[in-house]
Every structure is written in structure tokens, then in C-alpha cells.
């Protein structure tokens, strides 16, 4: 079956675009007569609201199933590589009877009658991509012909994904090394809930290499002196059993030349880039406690998931601005400054300015092995 020549390159071209996908699945409902398409980049789970691209509008629709109903869905863990249609996986009593939390969400924010999905395994990264698309009341069924013509896509599509998996971790190993690599000369990595490392800087590859006192071994991230890695591998569980928002541990690991490196570790939330199994991921910051101490917006960015803004309003504070400072400096108006302060308090977990200076600073420390 021949595809019309424009869906391909719109499906490649979506791939540059902010948001990505976004021009292919438009493109993709009217090839297949559909609505509400929407590619999953990362299935949401307790804790992790995920990473998906829709067509939906309705901001309360899409906060709800990311936050609830994703996980009763019948399409939740579909076989991998396999055309699935939910009119004929089951019937309508069955998915009333069975998922009916799922198929009142279906019936209130889409009018949706049935359903076709695949989902994709980018093997070199590890993400699943999870394409669906919706028919709604008034509508035929998919049948044969849309799966003939969701196949004839296939190909492309897993084209389409491997470039877009790459593209999301060099991304994400790029903001990783902005964050901590130039005045700080942090080592920095990634690691998932087996303490296996997903990404890692420049810094610390060379550290891994050479086995500085870090290594890989088995897989997994291991410490070349056996005190250090019973403490690191402790800290590691005590934090992959929490949530996002637990307190950051510190510790100090040995090197074989008798120095020692000060390390922070802080739970973050999985993103695009990160493979599917990561269900738990773990920031890892390590220094040399004797190096220069400079707080950077972009370490601010990683550390509590600030915007550059945000990052860039913290800073000041922290050298000692006032927030009337700072706003005429900028250009903005205080009620700008003061909503921007009110974001920053909701991520760094604090409600006053003090208690924000004083978390920058004590987290700050704990990178510094203070």
C-alpha cells in the first residue's frame, strides 16, 4: 500500500518541531480518518505524570489521563510490534464491565467509539513509543484497511523514532553537561533504579574509564574501595524507594590516589530519552571538594528543575538582591518577579525567601562535601 508522499516527510519534519510529533499525528488522523491522535513518549506511572504529544485540546482531559486513567486503559501493555483495535480485542459490555473508569473517560472528554495503537520499542534507547488514534460516535469501526494502512507506516515510523531517541539523549546529555560541566567541572550521571548508568559527562566518563574511584561492574555503578560503595549502594536504595521530592543524600567516595570525591545524589523524574525500565532515576553529582565554588543557573536548573528564568532570579537572590532589584534590573514588573518567586518556592519546597537562600546554599555544600 502506497502512503501519500506528504504524511512521510510531515512525520519526519514533526520530529524538529516544539512540540514534537504534533504535525504528524494531525497529518495521521485525517490518513486515517481518526481523532484525538496522540503518541506516548513515556507511559505515566505512580509519581511520573509520563511524556505524551496530542492532538486533544482539553488540558483537564489530558491531565486526568496522565494522572489516573492511562493506567486502566486496555491498551496499557499491548505486544510490542502489534496492530491492536479495541472493538475487536473486546466488546462494549466487556470494556464497560472491565475498564469502565476508562471508558467513562472515553465518553465525557472524547466521544470516542473505538480505538487502533501500536507500540514501538526504540531498541539502542529503551523507549517504547505508544501511537493511538480514536474513532468517534457516528463513526465506522477500524477494520482491516486501517490496519493495512497503519502498517504501511510501520517502517517509517521506527525510522522516525530511532532519530527522535537519539535526538532526545543527546538532548538530555547535553543539558546534563551545560548543567554541571563548565565552572563547577562537576562529573555528572544519570542512573536508573539498578543503579545501572543511563547517561553520563564528559567528566564522568573519563572518571568511569579510568576507574577513579567509579566504575562500571556487572552493569551497575560500583565504587573501587568497598567502604565507599556499601555507602553509595545504600544511599542509592534509601532514595529509589522514595519519591521525587525526598531530601538529597551526601557521602564522599575514595579514590585509589588517596583524594576523595564529594557526591550528591538527588531522585529526579524519568525523561524523554531515558529507557522505559528506568522507573526510578537518580541525579549523580560528583566533585573534588578542593575545586572552585560557583553556583551556575544551569546547575540551579538541574538541581530543582528550575526555568532559565527562574534559575536566573534565584542567583541574584542568593547573591543578595532584592526582589526590587532584581525587577528593575530585568525589566519586569514585581508581580512578575513575585510569580516567578512563587514557582521557585513550590520546586525548592520552601515558602519563604530566607528558607530559599539558605536551600540553595545547604544544597550547594553538599556538592561541595562542606
Not at 9 to 15: H, K, P, R, V, Y
Not at 230 to 253: F, K, N
Not at 301 to 311: D, G, K, N, Q, V
Amino acid at each position: 500500500m502506497s502512503l501519500p508522499d506528504t504524511l512521510v516527510s510531515t512525520l519526519f519534519s514533526s520530529l524538529l518541531e516544539e512540540p514534537p510529533w504534533l504535525s504528524f499525528l494531525q497529518a495521521l488522523e485525517h490518513y486515517l480518518d481518526g481523532h484525538h491522535a496522540t503518541m506516548v513518549l513515556r507511559r505515566p506511572r505512580q509519581g511520573d505524570p509520563g511524556v505524551l504529544i496530542s492532538t486533544q485540546s482539553n488540558t483537564a482531559a489530558l491531565v486526568l489521563l496522565q494522572n489516573s486513567v492511562f493506567r486502566e486503559t486496555p491498551f496499557l501493555d499491548i505486544p510490542r510490534d502489534e496492530i491492536v483495535i479495541l472493538s475487536e480485542m473486546m466488546s462494549r459490555h466487556e470494556l464497560t464491565r472491565h475498564h469502565a473508569n476508562f471508558y467513562a473517560y472515553i465518553q465525557e472528554y472524547g466521544d470516542t467509539d473505538d480505538l487502533i495503537g501500536i507500540n514501538l520499542e526504540e531498541p539502542a534507547t529503551g523507549m517504547i513509543f505508544r501511537l493511538r488514534c480514536a474513532r468517534v460516535r457516528g463513526q465506522a469501526h477500524f477494520g482491516g484497511d486501517d490496519r493495512q494502512k497503519l502498517a504501511a507506516l510501520t517502517p517509517w515510523l521506527r525510522t522516525a523514532i530511532a532519530i527522535y531517541a537519539r535526538l532526545a539523549r543527546r538532548e538530555y546529555q547535553l543539558s546534563i553537561s551545560d548543567a554541571t560541566e563548565d565552572q563547577l567541572a562537576i562529573g555528572s550521571m544519570v542512573l536508573g533504579d539498578r543503579a545501572e548508568v543511563l547517561t553520563t559527562n564528559p567528566l564522568a566518563n573519563r572518571v568511569l574509564q579510568h576507574a577513579d574511584g567509579l566504575l562500571i561492574s556487572g552493569d551497575r555503578l560500583q565504587c573501587s574501595s568497598p567502604e565507599s560503595n556499601t555507602a553509595l549502594h545504600t544511599a542509592l536504595r534509601r532514595l529509589t524507594r522514595g519519591d521525587v521530592a525526598q531530601q538529597p543524600e551526601s557521602l564522599h567516595i575514595k579514590r585509589p590516589a588517596g583524594q576523595q570525591w564529594s557526591v550528591l545524589l538527588k531522585r529526579i523524574a524519568p525523561r524523554p530519552g531515558i529507557e522505559e525500565t528506568a522507573s526510578a532515576t537518580t541525579l549523580l553529582l560528583f566533585r573534588d571538594p578542593a575545586g572552585t565554588r560557583i553556583i551556575t543557573e544551569e546547575l540551579l536548573m538541574e538541581l530543582f528543575a528550575l526555568t532559565r528564568a527562574e534559575a536566573v532570579l534565584t542567583k541574584r537572590l542568593v547573591a543578595g538582591e532584592s526582589l526590587a532589584e532584581i525587577s528593575t534590573s530585568l525589566g519586569r514588573s514585581r508581580h512578575t518577579t513575585r510569580a516567578q518567586l512563587t514557582a521557585i518556592f513550590s520546586k525548592t519546597g520552601v515558602n519563604r525567601q530566607p528558607q530559599l537562600v539558605a536551600q540553595v546554599l545547604r544544597t550547594a555544600q553538599q556538592i561541595w562535601g562542606e
